[in-house]
C-alpha cells in the first residue's frame, strides 16, 4: 500500500476536474475543497484505487463522487456505491444528483424497506451509478433484476460500520462478483484487520488517504459528561431541553429506549420524532426531513444515525446512553460543529460506568469536563407503558410465548436483517446490531 500525504488546495481548481464538472461546482457553491477531498480527488480521477481514513462529515461524498462522475461521462463503465444504511444512501444519492443531474448522471437507489418494483424501473432506466445497501442489492442480483459485468468504479462508503453490522459476507460476495478490471476506492473511519485483508485481496496498489486519526473528535465540539442515576436521566433531559436553544440530537442505546424518550420528550410540549430499526423507511425520511427543515426541534436516534444523519446546524448532541462502542462516541458528536460551526455534545454516565467513560477519553485523547447536576430537576413526566416495561424488565421488553417482544414489531428490516441471515462477519462476530 503507497502512502500519500494530504492536500491543501484553496478551491477545486488545479485537482483534474474536468471544466464541466467545475462549472457545477461552482453553481452549487461548493468553493474549498476538505483535505480529504483535495487528496482523493486527482488520484480518483486517474483511476488509482484509494483507501480513505477520515471520520464522518469531512466532504468523503464528494471525494468519490466527483472522480466516479468524470470517470462515468469519459465512458469509463458504470458506478457502484455500498453503505451499510438506507440514510445514507439517499443522502449520497441527493449529492450526485445535485452534481450529476445536469450532466446527464442517472442513478438507482436500491435500499431496504423500498418497494422492489419501483427498483426494477430505476434499473431498467440503465442507471449509470447505483446507490445501494449490501442485503438489497443481494436481492436483485438473486432476483436477476440486475447485473454488475459492467461496473468499471466501486466504492464501499463507511466500510467499518459494514463489517460491524455483519454485512461481511455480503460485501465478498459482491467483491467477487463485479469485474477484477475495476477501480475500487474504500472509506473507513477505522483500519480494522478486515479492512486491511478487502485491501490487500480485491484492490491493486491503493493509495492510502488518511486526513485524521481514529478517534479524533470536531474541533469545536464541547464535550461534557453528567454523572447521573439511571432513574434521574429523563428529569436531566427535560433541564437541559429547556436550557438549551436550537435543534438537538438525543442518541439511545436500544430502539426500546428511544421510543421511551420520544414519548417523554412528547410530554415535555417539544416536537420530537425518532429514527431507528423499527421505523419503516418512509418515517425515517419523514422524521430526517421534519428535523432538517425545523418541524421537529429534536430527534431521538440510535446508532444507525450515528454516520448517517447530515444536517448542518444541530446545535447540541445528548448521548442518553453511552454507545457501546467508544468510536461510536466520535461520531454521533461529529453530528454537530459542522460545516465551521461551533457545537456541544454532553453524555449522561452513570456511576457504574465510570470505566466506559474512561475508554471514550482514552480514544479521543483529552479529558471531557465533569459537570455537577442542576441543583433542582424538573418532577419526573409520566413514563409511557413501554417505557415503564423498560423499567420493569431492563434494556429489552418482555417477551411472549414465542420469543418475540410483547408489544409491537417493527417492519421487515430491509437491509439490517440479511446481515443477520447470512452469519455475519467482522468485529461483531456475525451477530446483528439491533438499531
Known sequence: MEPTIPLTHGSFN????????????????????????????????????IIGIAQTGTGKTLAFGIPMIQRVIQNAGHGLIILPTRELALQVDETFQ???????????????????????????????????????????????????NTVKILVLDEADRMLDMGFAPQINKILLMVPKDRQTMLFSATMPTEIVKIATTHMQLPLRVEVAPAGTTADRVEQEVFIVNKADKIRLLEHILKESKGSILVFSRTKYGAKKITHAVAVMGHKSAEIHSNRSLAQRKEALEGFRNGRYRVLIATDIASRGIDVTGIELVINYDL?????????????????????????????????????????????????????????????????RDEERFGSRPPQGQNGRPSFSRGGRGGDHKRGARSGGGGRSGGRRKSY
Open 14 to 49: 488545479g485537482l483534474n476536474i474536468a471544466p464541466n464538472i467545475l462549472e457545477v461546482l461552482d453553481r452549487e457553491k461548493f468553493t474549498v475543497p476538505t483535505p480529504i477531498q483535495a487528496s482523493c480527488i486527482p488520484s480518483g480521477v486517474e483511476g488509482k484505487d
Open 323 to 387: 454507545p457501546d462502542d467508544p468510536s461510536d462516541y466520535v461520531h454521533r458528536i461529529g453530528r454537530t460543529a459542522r460545516a465551521g460551526r461551533e457545537g456541544k455534545a454532553i453524555s449522561f454516565v452513570e456511576p457504574s460506568q465510570s470505566g466506559a467513560i474512561r475508554n471514550i477519553e482514552r480514544l479521543v485523547r483529552k479529558q471531557i469536563t465533569r459537570k455537577p447536576l442542576p441543583t433542582s430537576l424538573p418532577v419526573a413526566v409520566v413514563m409511557p407503558r413501554i417505557a
Open 98 to 148: 445535485r452534481i450529476g443531474r445536469s450532466l446527464g448522471i442517472r442513478t438507482a437507489v436500491l435500499i431496504g424497506g423500498a418497494s422492489m418494483g419501483l427498483q426494477k424501473q430505476m434499473i431498467r432506466n440503465r442507471p449509470n451509478v447505483v446507490i445501494a445497501t449490501p442485503g438489497r442489492l443481494i436481492d436483485h442480483l438473486e432476483h436477476r433484476t440486475i447485473t454488475l
